[in-house]
């Protein structure tokens, strides 16, 4: 239902506020590291694929759905891409990422979490949930100008991310 920003912002409309407040945000914080028109076309893309995820997620499992989860909701994008990378960037200073290390910092606090519910695979070495968020993050960064083959720091490194955030809370057998 959302393929690119331009549905994200129709669904959303003045839903976008808090989402437009952290990109402005953010954007003034990254105004440094923008030194070339390809620098500013990564941070709009990543500005584009936040939009998408957070609309997505807005409409899956927040105010626009019919499934809210208290916690995995368009709310926990802005927590993770607003106060948590503040704070890291607060305590180790700008300087110590790159401009695309933050920006997938922001990409993978949109993308995370945005499936849910998905059926368990036990032999796999990821958790169903993150798989397909890896795999519907990709596909968001696809519709909002990414390329895999320019940008493959950016797909490896939310592949490695998303999949190091599994975890499985069930008790071990036995």
């Not at 952290?22 to 030194?35: G, H, T």
């Not at 926990?76 to 110590?96: K, M």
């Not at 990414?146 to 998303?162: S, V, W």
Request: hydrophobic share 45%.
């Amino acid at each position: 239902r959302l393929p690119d920003v331009a549905a994200a912002r129709a669904l959303l409309g003045e839903r976008a506020a808090p989402l437009d407040h952290l990109i402005k945000r953010r954007r003034e914080q990254f105004a440094a590291f923008v030194a070339n028109a390809e620098s500013d076309a990564v941070l709009a893309r990543t500005e584009a694929a936040l939009c998408v995820a957070y609309a997505r997620q807005a409409l899956r499992h927040g105010d626009l759905g019919d499934d809210f989860h208290a916690y995995h909701n368009e709310g926990h994008i802005l927590d993770i891409c607003g106060s948590r990378i503040d704070r890291l960037y607060e305590t180790i200073g700008p300087a110590a990422l790159s401009l695309r290390d933050w920006c997938a910092l922001m990409l993978f606090g949109a993308g995370h979490d945005l499936r849910q519910r998905e059926a368990a695979q036990p032999a796999a070495s990821i958790g169903a949930n993150e798989r397909a968020s890896t795999e519907e993050t990709q596909r968001i960064l696809d519709a909002c100008g990414f390329l895999r083959g320019r940008d493959a720091d950016l797909y490896l490194a939310i592949e490695l991310m998303i999949a190091g955030s599994t975890f499985d809370a069930r008790p071990l057998p036995g």
